[in-house]
């Protein structure tokens, strides 16, 4: 890759880039098709994919940092910062407080799923919002929740922890989560889109894994720093990885990544992958290091296309809207590139 023309670069040729000034901490597609990021300063982005010449928009969301980013349940975005407010962003940039969880309080982890359902992590707890916005339930776990993720379906919604993860029905009477226990500190969190496997990133470097039908383990190790970033395939076929120098592929098929090896894509340079992201809709993933680059790797052949040339920060966000069509990033410096893969040429 070291050795690719600056000509060849995706961004250069389809694409469109900022100086946003501040770390970017996430950034997603709203179910508009509008692309928000969320910075440290405090600030959301939005920009309009579909009409690249229109300028991006901006607000102040938080008193503080951005800690967590993502769309919100029907379109928009939703933030958690640390001056202990839960956001939504509009996608004309305008913003309404959804909760005010504490003031000494940090909201380090946001999801919405598109049933209209929103969780929020605060220290030890889970709260779950309803379509109507309001708190419907507080979910509590033994430690610090790490990551949170819903399934497909917007059924079950888990959370990650000190010695495993907790797994709640969002409808259940009876809150009492069933319990994937695991020794040590478990952070980012991943539901195979089957909703047959839960995948935790853990504090030494490794991954593991739950198969729920029999409550099979799954370790798998050998990363030279922490994990990030779990991305499944659109059938979950395959799990991507950010954390060694190469794109970490697992196959979870066929028995699942048990006593196999994973397939490792776009290495070879000695860059650790800080970020990853698998196509909504084919068995690509696109990838972002530590030193700016970004490339996309097709699994099955290897072959890999650049997209962006480094020399602008570690990667810290990337992402897909929701029909591949466009792909987005950003940067531990505020650079943010979004690129239109529906162009012909």
Known sequence: MSETAAADFLLDTRGTSRELGAWVVGLAFGRDGSLGLGLGDGSVHIAQPRNPDAAWTSAAAHDGAVLSFCADARDGFLS????GRLVRTAPDAATTELARLG??????HVAAHESGLRAASVGKQL??????GEKAKILP???AVGGI?????GKRVAASHYNGASLWFVASKEDKP???????????????????????????NALHGWRLADGQHMRMSGYPSKTHFLSFTARGKWL???????????????GGPMGKAPTELAGGDGVLVS??????????VAAGFADGLVLLAEIASGKVVPVAAPGHGSISALGWNATGTHLAFGTETGFAGLVDLSKKG
């Open 80 to 83: 958690g910062g640390d001056d």
């Open 127 to 132: 709260y779950l919002f309803d379509a109507k």
């Open 149 to 153: 993720a819903f399934d497909a379906k």
């Open 103 to 108: 003031a000494m309080k940090w909201v380090e």
């Open 178 to 204: 069933r319990v994937l226990e695991w020794k040590g500190s478990h952070a980012a969190i991943a539901i195979s889109p089957d909703g047959t496997h839960v995948v935790t990133a853990m504090q030494e």
């Open 275 to 284: 970020a990853v992201a698998c196509h909504p809709q084919h068995e690509v």
């Open 141 to 143: 776990h033994p430690s």
């Open 240 to 254: 991507a990885t950010s954390g060694a120098d190469a794109v970490v592929v697992w196959p979870f098929f066929g």
